[in-house]
């Protein structure tokens, strides 16, 4: 079986599993980092929301083949190392204003949530309703005006 | 019996029956403590559930005096058990609590209650979910809004008795009476300032038998925890990805398998072609036939699809082959009940109005999903289950084993909206593992979701009225539904129940009494009838965060609108000229003044005002709809947009309160529901299948469709008990936002969602059924 090397939440692993299998189910299945959520595997609900090299993507689109030993995936599990902390500004700020309802999506959304953050910064402006509007991840709790206030609370903590 | 080690005095008679038997004498509320190694109590589930008024005249109409909370509440009586609660030696209470986690708060609420009664920080509260109890019976559904009603007095008995025992223990070991004792925050303190924490009197306190204890509970005047708003329980675990739902879980043996469906609903497989080949693909393990379709197991779920994909099956017809939304319509037509108008003044007004509701799918972002080993002798599933006790049932009777060998573990669910109220998942998965002989875990891919899992029944509702010299004389409703299945247990509740309802229900069947239990009509319309036709059993259906309520609200208050219009008067002036329930009437008074209702807004910006009375409570919602152009066609990539609501205003009088952030944060998703059904989602049914496969047809309140401003007004409430949240503030909401659309088109929308007209996706494959997952995902990052 091929072997595919790549680097998650600072540290290179090595799987043996075929070319093809979505780098979701290599995170879930064989690793058991199980942040990342299913939703719909076609990348539309975006609940498997994570960050390669800083970006955010949706590991349920990218075959395992795709990642090279010096690609860094970072899962919600990984990033409040990102900023050497125990947790992530975002994270602080989805907690003070209790976004979580049953929880399955916030994993992405927060996920997606810093790296809008960070594009907006990079383009050296702030977060616009415009944004927040073109966030794709769904919650079916119906939770987006808490998730809209905290991005803006968290961008403002980052 | 045990003697109270203190001045307790106990209120039962020395051979009171031990716990958990009917006929204890409750002069006054009796907890137990339970004998064990550390300290245990426990309540019975059924305490605080009095009988309500059992005859009932009309009007007023039933759920005024006695609702489906009451029944629920009420069912519990004669059969329900004890709930326990136990102290560790490090000071932590411990409770399983008999209903499901989906995100409607219950465990953060029972922590609040027990750390108000115990006096002890709410974080040394652990709530877990308890395991499928046969003993329960009725008593262990998640649904109708119920938890906070049926569980607060019990939870609150069962702390309280906790708090007795260990002041008791604490008493002796520091030689004081317990009158001169304080507990706070977890420490007992005795008159000369020593103290002991819980965690030390935990075991002090243990008893070596069961005692019945008197208890009284800490008067409404001084609670502390109760009604402040409380964080979730499980928000840090939320957050950072710690959180297990079924799908997270290790079972040893369990791997990855899903379902390859056919490709009408419904429909069954016949047989495999090409099943060694399936069987030779990359990770597949086993390929098993069973009744709802052909299942694969193997090392990944992304070798699943691929294999989901690859199977080529003969598949046998669906029982709607052939069916679309206009022959469901047209038996649903021949369905309506007539309307019998009573003899009104010949000069009365008329207003007729039918309004079509559509399928939707009631599919959480989680989708159904379990994990079972099914073994010769006994059976063990884990899942997100609201009525664990009708799971276990049908898994048993599934594989052919005993229930007491089968067990059932309750999951935290990634959302329910009336979906988990059904054991499908965990049925399906336990025959999949007794057929290959193995562990599985078992996933619907999301295709499967609105393709074959469970519907909100599409429903017409018809309602007439007549209004003369500016009263209204009559008001008749007649709601027509595909079949709405309660299999998950409401139904054996009702049956069991059936002499101890109101003298209305009898003679109604399962359906109707549902109905009749929920549904009221806030309004002095005069002579007031609302009735209910089911026909058409061969959906898979269910109750939708509501069971008819959104339908029947949205109905409603468009009739509404349209009276009010008749008679030349605005639709809030109107509204609380006409309201008889207070509540609502106060609800709906504080929507418009935080709304500003009637303010100048721009052309082509409308407002839209509802109320709703369910479970004992009121809402009422104030929105902003924007139908101008350049917001109705704004392009968002493979989005629905049109029209948006700007601002919603959601007032709540649900009772007592709990935790006011937990309940706001049901209303932020009421609205989004209502929004939703409103105005996007809905199922298309074509040539005996559902088109939709994903949230890329199913369109579900997105943040493009959000309302910009959103408030929520938790109204005061003098009742001494919670009334039901999770579902009330969706009906108020869809009927706010179809008047807004109502009003700023000129015209009543007759068919719901607004844009169901439109098919806006191409429909993905019937064979194969799922979709392949893309491989371009590094050509999107962001």
Same mark, same amino acid.
């Given at each position: 079986?091929?072997?595919h090397?790549f680097r998650v939440n600072?540290?290179?692993v090595?799987?043996?599993?075929?070319?093809d299998v979505r780098l979701l189910w290599v995170l879930r299945?064989?690793l058991?980092i199980?942040g990342p959520k299913y939703g719909c595997g076609i990348n539309v609900c975006k609940a498997c929301t994570s960050h390669v090299n800083g970006k955010a993507f949706n590991p349920c689109s990218v075959p395992v083949s795709d990642l090279g030993?010096e690609d860094e995936v970072t899962t919600i599990e990984g990033l409040?190392?990102t900023?050497?902390?125990?947790?992530?500004?975002m994270?602080?700020?989805?907690?003070?204003?209790?976004?979580?309802?049953?929880?399955?999506c916030?994993p992405g959304q927060i996920m997606a949530a810093v790296a809008l953050v960070k594009k907006?910064?990079a383009?050296?402006?702030?977060?616009?309703?415009?944004?927040?509007?073109g966030i794709r991840n769904i919650?079916?709790?119906?939770?987006?005006?808490?998730?809209?206030?905290?991005?803006?609370?968290?961008?403002?903590?980052? | 019996?045990?003697?109270?080690?203190?001045?307790?005095?106990?209120?039962?008679?020395?051979?009171?029956?031990?716990?958990?038997?009917?006929?204890?004498?409750?002069?006054?509320?009796?907890?137990?403590?339970?004998?064990?190694?550390?300290?245990?109590?426990?309540?019975?589930?059924?305490?605080?559930?009095?009988?309500?008024?059992?005859?009932?005249?009309?009007?007023?109409? /039933?759920?005024?005096?006695?609702?489906?909370?009451?029944?629920?509440?009420?069912?519990?009586?004669?059969?329900?058990?004890?709930?326990?609660?136990?102290?560790?030696?490090?000071? +932590?209470?411990? +409770?399983?609590?008999?209903?499901?986690?989906?995100?409607?708060?219950?465990?953060?609420?029972?922590?609040?209650?027990?750390?108000?009664?115990?006096?002890?920080?709410?974080?040394?509260?652990?709530?877990?979910?308890?395991?499928?109890?046969?003993?329960?019976? +009725?008593?262990?559904?998640?649904?109708?809004?119920?938890?906070?009603?049926?569980?607060?007095?019990?939870?609150?008995?069962?702390?309280?008795?906790?708090?007795?025992?260990?002041?008791?223990?604490?008493?002796?070991?520091?030689?004081?009476?317990?009158?001169?004792?304080?507990?706070?925050?977890?420490?007992?303190?005795?008159?000369?300032?020593?103290?002991?924490?819980?965690?030390?009197?935990?075991?002090?306190?243990?008893?070596?038998?069961?005692?019945?204890?008197?208890?009284?509970?800490?008067?409404?005047?001084?609670?502390?925890?109760?009604?402040?708003?409380?964080?979730?329980?499980?928000?840090?675990?939320?957050?950072?990805g710690?959180?297990?739902?079924?799908?997270?879980?290790?079972?040893?043996?369990?791997?990855?398998?899903?379902?390859?469906?056919?490709?009408?609903?419904?429909?069954?497989?016949?047989?495999?072609?090409?099943?060694?080949?399936?069987?030779?693909?990359?990770?597949?393990?086993?390929?098993?036939? /069973?009744?709802?379709?052909?299942?694969?197991?193997?090392?990944? +779920?992304g070798?699943?699809?691929?294999?989901?994909?690859?199977?080529?099956?003969?598949?046998?017809?669906?029982?709607?082959?052939?069916?679309?939304?206009?022959?469901?319509?047209?038996?649903?037509?021949?369905?309506?009940?007539?309307?019998?108008?009573?003899?009104?003044?010949?000069?009365?007004?008329?207003?007729?109005?039918?309004?079509?509701?559509?399928?939707?799918?009631?599919?959480?972002?989680?989708?159904?999903?379990?994990?079972?080993?099914?073994?010769?002798?006994?059976?063990?599933?884990?899942?997100?289950?609201?009525?664990?006790?009708?799971?276990?049932?049908?898994?048993?009777?599934?594989?052919?084993?005993?229930?007491?060998?089968?067990?059932?573990?309750?999951?935290?669910?990634?959302?329910?909206?009336?979906?988990?109220?059904?054991?499908?998942?965990?049925?399906?998965?336990?025959?999949?593992?007794?057929?290959?002989?193995?562990?599985?875990?078992?996933?619907?891919?999301?295709?499967?979701?609105?393709?074959?899992?469970?519907?909100?029944?599409?429903?017409?509702?018809?309602?007439?009225?007549?209004?003369?010299?500016?009263?209204?004389?009559?008001?008749?409703? @007649?709601?027509?539904?595909?079949?709405?299945?309660?299999?998950?247990?409401?139904?054996?509740?009702?049956?069991?129940?059936?002499?101890?309802?109101?003298?209305?229900?009898?003679?109604?069947?399962?359906?109707?009494?549902?109905?009749?239990?929920?549904?009221?009509?806030?309004?002095?319309?005069?002579?007031?009838?609302?009735?209910?036709?089911?026909?058409?059993?061969?959906?898979?259906?269910?109750?939708?965060?509501?069971?008819?309520?959104?339908?029947?609200?949205?109905?409603?208050?468009?009739?509404?609108?349209?009276?009010?219009?008749?008679?030349?008067?605005?639709?809030?002036?109107?509204?609380?000229?006409?309201?008889?329930?207070?509540?609502?009437?106060?609800?709906?008074?504080?929507?418009?003044?935080?709304?500003?209702?009637?303010?100048?807004?721009?052309?082509?910006?409308?407002?839209?005002?509802?109320?709703?009375?369910?479970?004992?409570?009121?809402?009422?919602?104030? /929105?902003?709809?924007?139908?101008?152009?350049?917001?109705?066609?704004?392009?968002?990539r493979d989005?629905?947009?049109?029209?948006?609501?700007?601002?919603?205003?959601?007032?709540?009088?649900?009772?007592?309160?709990?935790?006011?952030?937990?309940?706001?944060?049901?209303?932020?998703?009421?609205?989004?529901?209502?929004?939703?059904?409103?105005?996007?989602?809905?199922?298309?049914?074509?040539?005996?299948?559902?088109?939709?496969?994903?949230?890329?047809?199913?369109?579900?309140?997105?943040?493009?469709?959000?309302?910009?401003?959103? @408030?929520?007004?938790?109204?005061?409430?003098?009742?001494?008990?919670?009334?039901?949240?999770?579902?009330?503030?969706?009906?108020?909401?869809?009927?706010?936002?179809?008047?807004?659309?109502?009003?700023?088109?000129?015209?009543?929308?007759?068919?719901?969602? /607004?844009?169901?007209?439109?098919?806006?996706?191409?429909?993905?494959?019937?064979?194969?059924?799922?979709?392949?997952s893309p491989v371009d995902g590094l050509s999107y990052t962001s």
């Amino acid at each position: 079986m091929p072997q595919h090397t790549f680097r998650v939440n600072g540290e290179s692993v090595t799987v043996d599993v075929e070319d093809d299998v979505r780098l979701l189910w290599v995170l879930r299945d064989v690793l058991k980092i199980t942040g990342p959520k299913y939703g719909c595997g076609i990348n539309v609900c975006k609940a498997c929301t994570s960050h390669v090299n800083g970006k955010a993507f949706n590991p349920c689109s990218v075959p395992v083949s795709d990642l090279g030993p010096e690609d860094e995936v970072t899962t919600i599990e990984g990033l409040p190392d990102t900023v050497d902390a125990d947790l992530h500004p975002m994270q602080e700020a989805w907690l003070e204003r209790d976004v979580a309802q049953c929880g399955y999506c916030q994993p992405g959304q927060i996920m997606a949530a810093v790296a809008l953050v960070k594009k907006v910064r990079a383009e050296g402006r702030s977060i616009t309703d415009a944004d927040l509007d073109g966030i794709r991840n769904i919650c079916r709790c119906g939770t987006y005006t808490r998730i809209r206030e905290a991005i803006r609370d968290g961008a403002a903590r980052m | 019996m045990t003697t109270a080690r203190d001045s307790s005095p106990l209120a039962l008679d020395e051979d009171a029956p031990p716990p958990g038997r009917p006929g204890v004498r409750r002069r006054s509320l009796i907890g137990w403590v339970l004998a064990g190694g550390t300290l245990s109590v426990a309540a019975d589930l059924s305490l605080g559930a009095e009988p309500a008024a059992a005859a009932v005249p009309s009007p007023p109409q /039933v759920p005024e005096l006695y609702d489906l909370g009451d029944l629920q509440t009420q069912s519990a009586l004669p059969t329900s058990q004890l709930i326990r609660i136990d102290l560790d030696a490090e000071g +932590f209470a411990h +409770f399983a609590i008999p209903r499901m986690e989906v995100g409607q708060g219950i465990t953060t609420a029972a922590a609040m209650l027990i750390a108000e009664e115990l006096e002890m920080p709410v974080e040394k509260v652990r709530v877990t979910l308890a395991k499928a109890r046969p003993e329960l019976v +009725f008593n262990q559904l998640t649904g109708g809004s119920n938890t906070m009603q049926s569980m607060f007095t019990p939870i609150r008995v069962a702390a309280a008795t906790a708090k007795g025992a260990l002041l008791r223990a604490a008493a002796t070991e520091l030689g004081a009476q317990v009158s001169a004792l304080s507990a706070k925050s977890g420490v007992v303190t005795g008159p000369t300032g020593t103290s002991l924490t819980y965690g030390q009197l935990a075991t002090l306190a243990a008893s070596a038998e069961d005692v019945a204890v008197e208890v009284s509970l800490t008067p409404r005047r001084e609670f502390a925890v109760i009604g402040t708003a409380r964080n979730r329980d499980d928000a840090l675990a939320a957050v950072t990805g710690r959180k297990q739902f079924t799908m997270d879980l290790e079972v040893e043996g369990a791997l990855p398998t899903m379902v390859c469906r056919p490709p009408t609903l419904n429909g069954s497989p016949r047989s495999v072609r090409n099943e060694s080949a399936v069987r030779a693909m990359p990770g597949v393990t086993d390929v098993a036939v /069973v009744d709802t379709g052909v299942a694969v197991r193997a090392e990944t +779920f992304g070798q699943c699809i691929d294999a989901v994909r690859a199977l080529d099956v003969v598949w046998a017809g669906g029982p709607v082959d052939g069916e679309d939304d206009e022959s469901v319509l047209a038996e649903l037509r021949r369905a309506e009940l007539p309307m019998v108008v009573p003899k009104v003044p010949i000069l009365a007004g008329t207003l007729d109005l039918r309004v079509e509701f559509m399928f939707r799918s009631s599919a959480a972002l989680e989708p159904n999903c379990a994990i079972a080993d099914v073994r010769s002798d006994r059976a063990t599933v884990w899942a997100g289950l609201k009525a664990p006790l009708v799971a276990q049932r049908d898994v048993a009777k599934a594989v052919g084993l005993p229930i007491a060998k089968v067990e059932v573990n309750v999951v935290t669910g990634g959302g329910s909206f009336g979906h988990k109220l059904f054991g499908d998942a965990a049925i399906e998965a336990a025959v999949i593992s007794k057929a290959m002989g193995k562990p599985v875990k078992l996933m619907w891919h999301r295709a499967d979701e609105p393709r074959q899992g469970r519907v909100h029944p599409m429903a017409t509702s018809r309602v007439r009225a007549t209004m003369l010299a500016g009263q209204v004389l009559t008001f008749e409703q @007649r709601h027509t539904s595909v079949v709405t299945d309660f299999g998950h247990g409401l139904g054996e509740r009702l049956t069991a129940m059936a002499a101890e309802l109101p003298a209305n229900l009898g003679g109604l069947g399962l359906s109707q009494s549902i109905f009749t239990l929920t549904q009221e009509l806030p309004y002095d319309f005069g002579v007031v009838t609302q009735l209910l036709n089911e026909v058409d059993t061969r959906f898979n259906t269910g109750s939708m965060r509501n069971i008819y309520s959104p339908d029947v609200a949205c109905a409603n208050e468009l009739a509404v609108d349209q009276i009010a219009k008749r008679l030349g008067k605005d639709p809030y002036a109107f509204r609380m000229s006409f309201l008889k329930n207070a509540k609502a009437k106060r609800c709906l008074e504080a929507v418009a003044k935080a709304g500003g209702w009637g303010r100048s807004l721009p052309q082509g910006v409308t407002q839209g005002i509802a109320v709703h009375t369910e479970y004992k409570g009121a809402t009422a919602v104030l /929105v902003e709809l924007d139908t101008r152009p350049e917001t109705v066609n704004r392009k968002v990539r493979d989005a629905v947009t049109g029209p948006r609501v700007t601002k919603a205003v959601i007032a709540v009088d649900a009772g007592l309160v709990v935790n006011p952030r937990g309940l706001e944060a049901q209303m932020m998703g009421g609205v989004a529901d209502g929004i939703a059904l409103a105005l996007t989602s809905s199922s298309h049914l074509e040539d005996g299948h559902f088109l939709e496969a994903s949230w890329d047809n199913y369109f579900y309140t997105r943040q493009w469709n959000v309302p910009p401003e959103f @408030r929520c007004i938790v109204m005061p409430s003098d009742e001494e008990l919670p009334g039901g949240a999770g579902e009330a503030g969706v009906a108020a909401s869809v009927a706010a936002v179809a008047c807004a659309y109502a009003r700023a088109t000129g015209k009543v929308p007759t068919r719901f969602p /607004v844009n169901h007209g439109t098919l806006s996706f191409t429909p993905k494959s019937f064979v194969p059924p799922v979709p392949e997952s893309p491989v371009d995902g590094l050509s999107y990052t962001s």
